[in-house]
């Protein structure tokens, strides 16, 4: 269980990294990308996952 | 770009005007660079704005149409994330309410950009100002921009700091904005009723959720409101940005312009929608076309008296550095500058004392040439004016990519905007349809005054009814125009004693 990031799509803003509970989110030369050992889907904490709502890109957050 | 820099013996007292003439390159087009760039600024000098509110805003280039002449100032690009989506934006480019559409900046660390404002403070004396304005919104992205201003206050104490946000998240960072020293708040609004709100916010992310339609434009509307007032409240200043979207919130602004004069915004700026469907932005996907000049200069003239309109805002790239027009970014590039760059304070008070003396006496010139037009009678005419600072008109017409407006009659000059024109002389000189781009931008104005200007361009702006005028070269601006507008109404009248 966990969410991804498709590349291609990502602007790159680093609003998900900000907004993501787990720390899951990192970014290596501009590519921002999901560890998917730590993404909980943000579950327990909040209704939606963070980074999918966040994201100004529809569909670039998306389930793995 | 050589062209386009303005040096500071250019800016300052230059006596003997054949001298500039000597300067200027001769004919033809050098000029290149990078597109999409601009800057802003307001109103005439103090006018009527309370004495405390013009010592913050006299040196600020956005905010005094005088300052903008003098001093630069520079954006750094800290700010990527936003908490909100607005149809005229592709979060692809810079944020749309700062910059121009379909714009990328140089995304920098606080660190980075502090290096790169210290290395712009050292070259350009004249730098006053330093904004964080995106490229997403300056408080979605809290830390950095705090971060960049803390650096930058330690290093260079003299500089302005300001900031510009969409105002979601502007209620949790008043305090913080105060602590910082921050004294000029842009906030962009665009609507007070939600349902207009609607049509222009799709979504906001507020709360840990993503909020659509009316909800979101209620609870973003509602927070700008409160940041407003927290920020009159404590004493910072506050403009207001509004986009002017055509058949959405045009006749709106009015309202909006009464809402936020009532709670304290010292200026109210009114931008066009630019919108193109090749900016990939909702608006310019759908055909949502921007107000033309017309359009918004009637809307401007309406809301005047409203918050005092800051008639010459450029949309400012998020990495903009410079003075009016220009933006010398490109040369402030990470890689071309120094890994640790020195600021000479001496530079820039020799350059802030030199402004004072210049300002003094291009003030007494205007005065005395107002004097002689004030008993002309005769219908306002509109003269656009190709310059690169210190209030001279002093560019080639082939190099402005802007030009600023006067209205001109026998109350004076006044200054009431400015008019775009991507540089026609980009893509080689006397480009056909380039130069009817800049037809098309100085719609409605009387004469062109510019420092020189060829011969083709020159008689094609004369069959579109604009007479490029060169006599005033390297002159002050209001002082030519009132002087060129004495001439013309006695050639006027002239005419009309032989036809009558
Ligand atoms: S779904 Fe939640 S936990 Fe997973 S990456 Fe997105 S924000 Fe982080
Ligand atoms: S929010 Fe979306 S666009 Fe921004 S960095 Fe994350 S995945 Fe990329
Ligand atoms: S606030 Fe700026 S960056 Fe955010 S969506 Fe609107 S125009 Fe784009």
Same mark, same amino acid.
């Given at each position: ?64 | ?26 004919? /033809? ?6 597109? /999409? ?9 103090? *006018? ?36 909100? =989506? ?49 490229? *997403? ?46 004294? &000029? ?61 055509? *058949? ?44 033309? !000049? ?10 005047? *008296? ?5 008639? &010459? ?31 000479? !304070? ?10 004072? =003396? ?37 560019? &080639? ?28 002389? =980009? ?74």
């Amino acid at each position: 269980m966990a969410y991804k990031i498709i590349a291609s799509q990502c602007t790159g803003c680093s609003a998900c990294e900000f907004e993501c509970p787990s720390s899951a989110i990192k970014e290596k030369g501009g590519i921002f990308f999901i560890d998917p050992n730590k993404c909980t889907e943000c579950e327990g904490v909040f209704d939606s996952p963070q980074c999918a709502s966040v994201c100004p890109v529809d569909n670039t957050c998306v389930p793995a | 770009m050589a062209s386009q820099v303005i040096s500071l013996s250019a800016i300052g007292r230059v006596t003997s005007v054949d001298e500039m003439k000597a300067r200027m390159p001769a004919g /033809g087009c050098g000029a290149s660079s990078a597109k /999409g760039q601009t800057s802003c600024g307001s109103s005439q000098g103090q *006018g009527d704005m309370p004495p405390e509110v013009w010592e913050k805003v006299k040196d600020h280039p956005c905010y005094s149409e005088e300052a903008h002449h003098y001093f630069a100032r520079m954006h750094v690009a800290v700010a990527p994330a936003c908490n909100i =989506q607005c149809n005229y934006c592709n979060r692809k480019y810079d944020c749309a309410n700062e910059s121009r559409p379909g714009v990328v900046s140089e995304k920098l660390t606080p660190e980075q950009a502090a290096r790169k404002v210290v290395a712009v403070a050292s070259e350009v004396p004249q730098l006053s100002v330093l904004g964080i304005a995106g490229p *997403g919104d300056a408080l979605a992205n809290p830390q950095k921009t705090f971060r960049t201003f803390e650096l930058v206050a330690e290093a260079l104490p003299h500089i302005k700091l300001c900031l510009s946000t969409n105002g979601l998240a502007l209620p949790d960072h008043v305090d913080t904005i105060a602590r910082y020293n921050v004294d &000029h708040v842009t906030v962009t609004l665009n609507a007070v009723d939600p349902d207009v709100g609607a049509e222009i916010y799709p979504w906001i992310f507020y709360n840990h959720r993503r909020w659509k339609g009316r909800d979101a434009a209620e609870i973003l509307l509602e927070r700008q409101m409160k940041g407003l007032e927290m920020l009159t409240a404590a004493g910072i200043l506050v403009k207001v940005n509004s986009v002017m979207i055509p *058949g959405i919130n045009d006749e709106h602004l009015k309202l909006v312009n009464a809402e936020v004069k009532k709670r304290g915004a010292f200026l109210h700026n009114v931008m066009p929608l630019i919108s193109d469907p090749a900016h990939g932005t909702h608006f310019g996907l759908t055909g949502q076309r921007g107000p033309n !000049p017309a359009e918004l200069k009637s809307l401007q003239d309406a809301l005047d *008296g409203g918050a005092k309109l800051m008639k &010459h805002c450029r949309q400012c790239r998020a990495d903009a550095v410079g003075l009016l027009g220009e933006d010398r970014g490109a040369e402030f590039t990470l890689d071309k500058i120094p890994e640790m760059p020195v600021f000479d !304070p001496a530079k820039r008070e020799a350059y802030v004392a030199l402004v004072e =003396q210049e300002r003094e006496d291009r003030r007494k010139a205007s005065e005395q040439a107002q004097a002689e037009v004030a008993d002309l009678a005769g219908e306002s005419l509109l003269v656009a004016v190709a310059t690169k600072g210190g209030g001279r008109i002093n560019q &080639h017409f082939g190099h402005a990519r802007e030009f600023q407006v006067y209205e001109v009659d026998a109350r004076g000059a006044r200054f009431v905007g400015h008019r775009r024109a991507d540089n026609y002389c =980009q893509g080689g000189y006397g480009e056909e349809d380039k130069l009817e781009e800049v037809i098309a931008a100085l719609e409605g104005v009387a004469a062109v005054m510019v420092a020189k200007i060829g011969d083709c361009p020159k008689a094609r702006l004369e069959e579109a009814g604009i007479e490029a005028v060169e006599d005033y070269a390297f002159d002050w601006i209001e002082t030519s125009a009132m002087a060129w507008y004495a001439g013309k109404m006695a050639d006027l009248n002239h005419v009309d004693a032989r036809t009558a």
